[in-house]
């Protein structure tokens, strides 16, 4: 009869001994593939929840900047280019330059490599004499923003003063007695309010908006500006001061001047918004790293105390079996079997016995490790595909066995060595 024959046999006469050492090998095996299934759910999860979470910060930071832009929108252009020659201090004192540039200078700036702003408007003012009215006031041409090859189009700060159309500040309209849809003369050209602004407590007040090119005309400089107003970009606080002289290395005919407080209040600001955010972030991946590292500390105490209590548990049933097989272990010595094949008898039933306990506990661990992830209520972000680790079966498939051998190891090589003799006296 061969070995395997008397293996199959043997478990199928002895069906509890057996089924009870499979069920110890599924304790153990099923211990290990639920932690390692749990671990591998909270990864999962983790990975899951943290994209999630990333996206919502991206969200919201995006939300945050546009808050904060709005907030900051009254700071408005925070950078002054002006020609070369502009004395900064008459400039300061008069609030316009006397020196001018050539108008392209605004298209060669927004053609550039520069991302460090996200608005350019150039302008021309002069102080002049309303003859009309009899009164000084402050005459602006604009044209509206310049596009920025660089930088995605925003919406700009001021609306383009159409030809043949003027805003009025406060004092200029009282003044002339003119509201909106009105007319007026400036220098002899006649010009239809757009609009009248709100009193604003400043040098705007007193100032006239006309479209850039009849600015030009009436001030006699053709294709020329004085002035150009720039908002910086989100940049660290660590780069604002480069901005100017990254300006000045493009147009080496300008001068740059920073203003400090206002950028600084927004790029702050814009600053600590990320920082929340990313705080935020950060705070949830360290709390679902700590709960992964909670449930490894877990799995490496409960795993090993299981497998150890398995592997006695198998030694006694081990020891049984030999017991009550003592007088089939006499007889097979005694018609003169080896020693080595009744070894092979009992490490080949403990072999079969691993693979099953070890199929059984990784169904069985795999499942409870399924459900206790949550796994269930997830619904797809969980499928069990998800979980299943063809490295955790065979880690399983191949520690059943060798568990099952090694707690069933002395037991029977006690009785492969013990003489035929002894054992079937010791039957008697």
């Not at 899951?48 to 252009?77: N, Y």
């Not at 009164?135 to 923003?145: A, D, K, W």
């Not at 606080?237 to 407080?261: C, F, M, W, Y």
């Not at 595909?385 to 065979?394: E, H, K, N, V």
Request: net charge neutral; with cysteine.
């Amino acid at each position: 009869m061969s070995t395997i024959t008397l293996v199959l046999r043997e478990m199928l006469h002895r069906r509890l001994n057996f089924a009870l050492g499979v069920l110890a090998v599924a304790a153990a095996a099923a211990c290990l593939a639920g932690a390692m299934t749990r671990l591998e759910a909270h990864r999962l999860r983790s990975e899951e929840i943290l994209a999630q979470r990333q996206a919502e910060t991206a969200e919201r930071l995006k939300q945050m900047k546009g808050d904060v832009r709005k907030i900051t929108l009254q700071l408005q252009f925070n950078i002054t280019i002006l020609a070369k020659e502009q004395n900064r201090k008459d400039f300061l004192i008069n609030h316009y330059a006397e020196a001018s540039m050539p108008e392209e200078y605004a298209a060669k700036l927004g053609q550039s490599d520069l991302t460090a702003i996200n608005h350019l408007e150039p302008s021309l003012t002069q102080k002049i004499t309303w003859t009309e009215q009899n009164c000084p006031m402050i005459l602006t041409g604009v044209r509206g923003e310049v596009p920025l090859r660089l930088v995605d189009a925003k919406k700009p700060f001021h609306q383009p003063v159409p030809k043949g159309s003027v805003a009025l500040g406060q004092e200029l309209a009282r003044q002339a007695g003119v509201s909106p849809g009105g007319a007026v003369k400036i220098l002899g050209r006649e010009f239809k309010v757009a609009a009248v602004h709100d009193p604003r407590g400043n040098v705007d007040d007193v100032t006239a908006w006309v479209h850039l090119q009849e600015a030009q005309e009436l001030l006699k400089k053709p294709g020329q500006i004085n002035a150009m107003k720039a908002m910086n970009c989100e940049c660290s606080l660590a780069d604002l001061d480069k901005i100017p002289g990254k300006i000045e290395a493009i147009l080496p005919g300008v001068q740059a001047i920073l203003d400090k407080p206002p950028a600084d209040v927004r790029t702050a600001a814009l600053a600590r918004a990320e920082e929340e955010s990313q705080a935020a972030l950060a705070a949830e991946q360290a709390h679902r790293e700590r709960i992964g590292q909670e449930l490894e500390a877990s799995a490496a105490l409960v795993v090993p105390l299981v497998g150890a209590a398995s592997a006695v548990w198998l030694a006694f049933l081990a020891f049984s079996n030999v017991r009550a097989r003592r007088e089939e272990i006499g007889i097979l010595r005694a018609l003169g079997v080896r020693g080595a094949k009744v070894l092979a008898l009992f490490m080949l039933r403990a072999a079969v016995l691993g693979v099953l306990g070890g199929a059984l506990g990784y169904a069985l661990g795999f499942a409870a490790g399924w459900w206790w992830s949550g796994a269930a209520e997830s619904g797809v972000a969980f499928a069990a595909q998800r979980l299943f680790s063809a490295g955790c079966l065979a880690l399983v498939l191949a520690g059943g066995p060798l568990l099952a051998a090694l707690a069933s190891w002395l037991p029977a090589l006690a009785a492969a060595q013990r003489d035929p003799a002894e054992l079937l006296r010791a039957d008697a």
